[in-house]
């Protein structure tokens, strides 16, 4: 959700600025570089994506003990470094206010030696990558009446034992005993797939913390910023698009088929009146089908189907904003969108971001129009 800044920042971001970005390095919890010279690059977020934070910095200025060689193991390298990344604005006075973007473990490094210099490109993934790819070498269980917060955090721990863990969620249900395979996914199959069972999410945070929080609900989540064009509105673009190939969902079908239960099933439908989709006007009745072994209530069905409902329905109109960066915006706020040549009055979520690390660059956002209950 929307990062906390100051009203100088809110002020600020309603016209072109000078980028402020800084790079640290760490490992095994401890900052090991500091003060990296960001150059450029970009960061990117995605809400639907297993791994909802990526990036890809420039940097300059590398101490020459820091450069990755053949021979020496550096904070630079792939071999379990953490880049932290932190962008804003820098005043006219002389002073920023940075924004946590994310701590990445770094995928990739490529040193670039010409003329002008040597430059050090890196690029990362949120620490669900990390757990995602530390993939089971023998089966992992957990015993019959384990809750979700606790098998995630079991899990999570296991894969990865420095990980700091958040819980905003408000499930209590307990899971049959279950079993995951070698091979398995600890992240996709596991992690994911428990918050799932119970109407939650589970993401690395800004902060590089995994959060554990109920899906949420756009019908009651305030709007967190306002694009109204204007002498201060920083919109450049704006495009919308319809088209049922992406989602158009309006009931959500959950069938839960523990492997000592006898299955249940429960079906949430997109009841709102105002919605594009609505379940009962004139768009096609559409549902979707998903099972899971680990529900066993039509409660905990029905509390499953409604979650993945808020996710899905209302989505046929897509809309792409180009503007100024804002580097406190995040997947899942809610913005304000007026357009008068284009009549786009409404309220959208953002579901991706593309923010760069530089002067010259425009962020852009792809939300859904979400037309929230009034």
């Known amino acids: 959700m929307a990062y906390e800044v ?3 920042f809110k002020a600020a971001v309603t016209a072109s600025y000078q980028v402020a970005a800084e790079a640290e390095i760490m490992r095994g919890g401890v900052v090991v570089a500091t003060d990296l010279r960001v150059t450029g690059g970009s960061i990117s977020v995605a809400r639907s994506a297993d791994v909802r934070r990526t990036c890809r910095l420039a940097v300059v200025g590398v101490p020459r003990e820091l450069i990755p060689t053949s021979r020496q193991r ?3 390298d792939i071999y379990g470094n953490d880049l932290i990344i932190r962008a804003g604005i820098r005043y006219p006075d002389g002073t920023s206010e940075l924004v946590p973007q994310g701590v990445f473990t770094i995928t990739d490094s490529e040193l670039v030696d010409t003329s002008d210099g040597v430059e050090v490109a890196l690029s990362g993934s949120d620490r669900a990558e ?3 790819e530390s993939t089971l070498l023998e089966p992992w269980a957990t015993a019959n009446g384990t809750d979700a917060v606790s098998a995630i955090t079991a899990l999570a721990q296991d894969r990865y034992p ?9 499930a209590t249900d307990v899971f049959p005993a279950h079993i995951l395979e070698e091979k398995a996914s600890p992240w996709a199959d596991g992690i994911s797939t428990f918050a799932a069972a119970v109407g939650a999410e589970t993401y690395f945070d800004r902060s ?3 959060t554990i929080r109920d899906v949420p609900d756009p019908t009651v989540q305030p709007v967190a910023w306002q694009l109204i064009e204007g002498p201060r509105c920083t919109v450049k673009a704006l495009r919308r698009t319809y088209s049922k ?3 158009g969902v309006n009931a959500v079908v959950m069938i839960g088929e523990g492997v000592s239960t006898v299955p249940v099933r429960a079906v949430a439908y997109d ?10 006007g004139d768009y096609p009745q559409r549902p979707t089908w998903e099972q899971s072994s680990l529900i066993t209530t039509t409660a905990q069905a029905q509390a499953a189907a409604d979650a993945r409902g808020r996710g899905l329905f209302g989505l046929t109109e897509q809309v792409t904003v180009t503007c100024v960066p804002n580097y406190a915006v995040d997947e899942g706020d809610l913005l304000y969108v007026r357009r008068e040549r284009s009549g786009f009055d409404d309220v959208v979520i953002v579901d991706s971001i593309s923010l760069p690390v530089d002067d010259e660059s425009d962020m852009q956002m792809t939300c859904w129009l979400r037309r929230t209950v009034s």
Do not use: C
């Not at 420095?162 to 969620?169: G, R, Y």
């Not at 009841?271 to 009962?280: A, H, I, V």
């Open 6 to 8: 100051s009203d100088r």
């Open 74 to 76: 550096t904070p630079l």
């Open 130 to 132: 990390r757990i995602g």
């Open 162 to 170: 420095l990980v700091e863990i958040v819980n905003l969620t408000s």
């Open 208 to 210: 590089g913390r995994l």
């Open 245 to 247: 190939s992406h989602g």
């Open 271 to 280: 009841l709102d009146p105002e919605s594009p989709t609505y379940w009962y």
